[in-house]
């Protein structure tokens, strides 16, 4: 696998790729790699004829108060799991490399991330349009390829790529899970055993809403009410939000019907967890 | 020259001269073309190894009460003008092909938007920077070539290329005057034989305050104040505004210095006009 830092040094490996038909597959990650990105990666290749993962923990899309600095960084271990699931090419760039001065482009897409994480975290979506716009654009992958636990990103980044007309597909892979239903996230590193044991109750609130739905409620205040029970339940979480909406449009409607998405977001201490799942509502 | 309609049309050619390693120069243009896009086109055929022209009258940069609906139109005449000009090929979509729904990504550069014609025409940069990056995305030159009549659009241009890493290089060219100085404007059609007489206002301003700034004035308010006195001195005319900023940042100081944009925008009857100089302030 071979690892390149600079944006010249992507684009000419990219050249040569073009001269000789290679398709590529990219994968955008913040590094502190898991199961899930590796499932990424996976997925990437049979997508195409090589995949590329990029290692940047983007300053943009954190807040103030955030957990930008103390976000887990581990490039070696990354690259070796990297190169273990079949990458080809590594991406990581510093901060300055990307940014070497600030953005004067704004991207934002205001209809999409008004709810749902958006709603806490004023200015994610539009760090997270900016650096994918900027890796697409460095990398002009033929795929990229997303986890569906970020699943308001997903829909912003496939519906800014439609948008702009931007020359890729955009594939989303299913959320991997541990085996008790935990949601795979970097960000799962920062729980002490306890906490461990009680972020299960994320994966356990949307399965509880999903039966619900599949026995046919379709309203929403039942659903987002079967869900904050549920996390209620357990002392070491508190919700911060849970949404029955659109997938595609993120959309709340009174009624659901057709296929639904039901998300959180959960603290649990002071780690942020998110999930989702999407359900047909009969 | 090959006409096509279809962003797919458009993908297939782009994929026939990757294949064939032809690069491509793109000139963007809403049509009612003149002497200033030809030379847009010659300069892309020095630059590249064939020029597409894009003709699209976008509505995203209009505003209420703007001339959308009267901007001229004549798709016969200007294709045989870029076939003249040497053109190769020219994507002239219909409205609903570049926005079959309306965008939900809203592209801004607010630092560089807020004044000139950005304070008159709220919205206007938003849709410039929305089609050029679609334009950019569907076509993928290897330079996109505008004119530096529209100076504040290059400038947005400019700077959203390099935010987003777009693979493309921006050429600006001069702006190409009639022989009274008038700059060449698709709007100049609107003007009647009075009007157009009084047009020459903006060129006359505009060298008169370079002339001052030649000659070592560096105060901002003086030199705007001198573009005001010349087209105030024109009863055809009604200033919009007058500005001596920053060629590349648009920034307006006090006191300008190093380079400097002088820019004007005049109503002249109900057709507005807008003209530049970039001069060196000793």
């Known amino acids: 696998m071979l690892t390149l830092t600079t944006i010249a040094g992507v684009r000419s490996r990219r050249e040569e790729a073009a001269r000789t038909g290679v398709r590529i597959a990219l994968v955008p990650t913040m590094g502190a790699l898991h199961d899930g990105h590796l499932a990424l990666v996976r997925r990437g290749r049979e997508l195409a004829d090589e995949v590329w993962a990029s290692v940047f923990v983007n ?25 273990g699931a079949g ?38 979506f539009r760090g997270v349009a900016l650096i994918v716009a900027k890796l697409l654009n460095v990398v002009q992958p033929h795929v990229a390829v997303f986890g569906a636990k970020d699943w308001q990103q997903a829909a912003v980044i496939r519906r800014l790529v439609e948008d702009l ?43 509880r809403a999903a039966a619900a739905a599949a026995g046919g409620e379709r309203r929403r205040a039942a659903l987002e009410a079967i869900l904050a029970a549920e996390v209620a339940a357990e002392p070491l979480a508190r919700l911060q939000y849970a949404a029955a909406v659109d997938p595609d449009t993120l959309e709340a409607r009174e009624s659901v019907s057709g296929r639904a998405l039901l998300a959180l977001a959960v603290f649990v201490g002071a780690t942020r967890l998110i999930d989702n799942i999407v359900v047909e509502v009969p």
Chains 1, 2 share one sequence.
Do not use: W
């Open 59 to 83: 300053p943009a899309q954190f807040g103030p108060g955030e957990d930008f600095e103390r976000y887990p960084r581990d490039l070696e271990r990354d690259a070796a799991l990297l190169a």
């Open 165 to 207: 007309d931007m020359p890729v597909r955009i594939e989303v892979h299913p959320t991997v899970r541990e085996d008790d239903g935990l949601a795979r996230s970097s960000r799962n590193a920062y729980l002490d055993a306890g906490q461990r044991r009680a972020a299960t109750v994320l994966h356990r609130a949307l399965q």
């Open 87 to 124: 990458a080809s090419v590594l991406f990581a760039p510093a901060t300055k490399e990307m940014f070497p001065r600030p953005s004067a482009t704004v991207v934002d897409l205001p209809a999409l991330t008004g709810g749902l994480c958006g709603a806490h975290r004023p200015g994610h």
